[in-house]
């Protein structure tokens, strides 16, 4: 998981998520030997909602289970 300081809405548009992913999984992750990689963007926590913020934080407790 990582956090970003802009909206998902840029991070698409201009492609840096796609970038992002090729680098941080592909190239770096996969690389090291881990096949099952699933990579999820928290997009500027600190300037999204309340209810947005509990959907993050949720969506994490739920991948730590999932371990």
Not at 31 to 47: E, I, M, Q, R, T
Not at 49 to 54: A, G, L, S
């Amino acid at each position: 998981m990582n956090t970003t300081l802009a909206p998902e809405a840029p991070y698409k548009a201009s492609g840096i998520k796609d970038a992002m992913n090729k680098l941080i999984v592909d190239a770096t992750l996969k690389n090291c030997g881990l096949k099952n990689v699933d990579y999820v963007f928290l997009y500027s926590p600190a300037g999204v909602d309340d209810k947005t913020r509990k959907i993050y934080l949720d969506s994490v407790y739920n991948k730590g289970k999932e371990i």
